[in-house]
């Protein structure tokens, strides 16, 4: 597990990203990525526009997955499992957590799940 001063340092990033996100999501609606132009667009300034809305409502939604994911850390750091693999239960290494605050296994099984996925073609 981090040291109390490390998970401090996270507590605080994962607060910070936190409140990042949700700042964002209050200041762009879900209704303004929906908004149909004024006028009668061609079919290319349509397709441009359904394009811009899909992937405006793509990021909303990984968005949304973050916000989840920050949120669970907050809570492992809370009840003390934060900074343990949840397959192994190892420590997860500090650069790790650095590196992605909201991880939830260590590197070494991070690594055999990928290849695990790659091997069934997922």
Do not use: W
């Not at 597990?1 to 605080?12: D, Q, S, V």
């Not at 750091?77 to 934060?82: A, F, L, R, S």
């Not at 290494?93 to 909201?102: F, H, I, N, Y």
């Amino acid at each position: 597990m981090p040291t109390l001063k490390n998970r401090k340092i996270f507590e605080r990033l994962l607060n910070e990203q936190l409140e990042n996100l949700l700042k964002k999501n209050i200041d762009q609606p879900v209704s303004t990525l929906v908004e149909v132009p004024g006028q009668a667009p061609d079919f290319t300034d349509q397709a441009t526009f359904e394009s811009d809305m899909d992937l405006n409502i793509h990021m909303k939604e990984r968005d949304s997955k973050l916000i989840f994911k920050i949120k669970d850390a907050l809570e492992r750091i809370q009840d003390g499992t934060y900074g343990f693999c949840e397959i192994c239960g190892e420590k997860i290494s500090d650069e790790r957590l650095k590196a992605r605050p909201v991880t939830t296994v260590c590197i070494a099984c991070k690594i055999k799940q990928e290849t695990q996925e790659k091997l069934r073609g997922d």
